[in-house]
């Protein structure tokens, strides 16, 4: 397996642009989670699907994020209108279960100018 | 889920055992602790978890104290590639499906 897969890797937009961060997770796993990681906050939880459902989204910043997850190998993570401090590395992990072992992406690192 | 505290940051020479310590006093009968790492610009990485017995893998050690309010994390040779930092972070088994909630980690610098 590729393990979890996240396009783009580098995102540069403007401030009010829409931006589309998308992620395949392993093929199998029934959880995917989208993290935010900044130099000020650390990496932060945003939102995780079980079996494509949404189970929590308490870490959603505000109604400018959006997810979806239309099928178990594809999700994404939708910020409209982006803001200069949305920027950061976002990562998607995915996991089997509630063993608590995720694998994570290599990360999308977007900047809002 | 039970709160963590670790060091900001450690060294290490190459070669020689790194022990990065976690304290978990307020930790539940039924939490477990994990450790993930991150190497520099790439996504977290499962090391390693356990309950309340030692336990090994081809990464790492880990040592929980008899009371379990803290652990151990032991990479027995280091090398400079596990310049990382390095994450404690305990959860319930069945927590909502594996969240984690990540600190802010020890940053281990293994140099040669």
């Known amino acids: 397996d590729a393990g979890v897969i996240q396009s783009p890797r580098h995102e540069v937009t403007e401030m009010g642009q829409e931006v589309t961060l998308r992620c395949k997770p392993i093929s199998g796993h029934d959880y995917l989670f989208w993290y935010r990681q900044t130099m000020m906050r650390g990496l932060e939880l945003l939102i995780y699907?079980?079996?494509?459902?949404?189970?929590?989204d308490s870490g959603m910043p505000e109604d400018r994020f959006s997810a979806k997850m239309p099928n178990a190998s594809f999700s994404t993570l939708k910020i409209q209108p982006s803001e200069p401090r949305d920027s950061a590395v976002y990562f998607c992990?995915?996991?089997?279960?509630?063993?608590?072992?995720?694998?994570f992406g290599p990360g999308t690192r977007l900047t809002v100018l | 889920d039970a709160k963590t505290t670790q060091p900001p940051s450690m060294d290490c020479a190459e070669g020689r055992a790194a022990n990065l310590p976690c304290n978990h006093s307020t930790i539940s009968g039924n939490e477990y602790v994990y450790w993930y790492r991150q190497i520099h610009s790439q996504g977290p990485q499962y090391i390693i978890h356990g309950l309340k017995n030692n336990e090994t893998n081809e990464m790492a050690s880990l040592i929980i104290t008899e009371d379990r309010k803290s652990s151990t994390l032991i990479l027995p040779h280091a090398t400079l590639r596990d310049t990382a930092v390095y994450y404690c972070?305990?959860?319930?088994?069945?927590?909502?499906?594996?969240?984690?909630?990540f600190g802010q980690g020890t940053e281990l610098s293994v140099k040669p």
């Open positions: 992990a995915s996991s089997y279960g509630t063993s608590g072992e995720q694998f």
């Open positions: 699907f079980n079996n494509n459902v949404p189970i929590d």
């Open positions: 972070i305990v959860r319930v088994a069945t927590n909502q499906g594996g969240k984690l909630i």
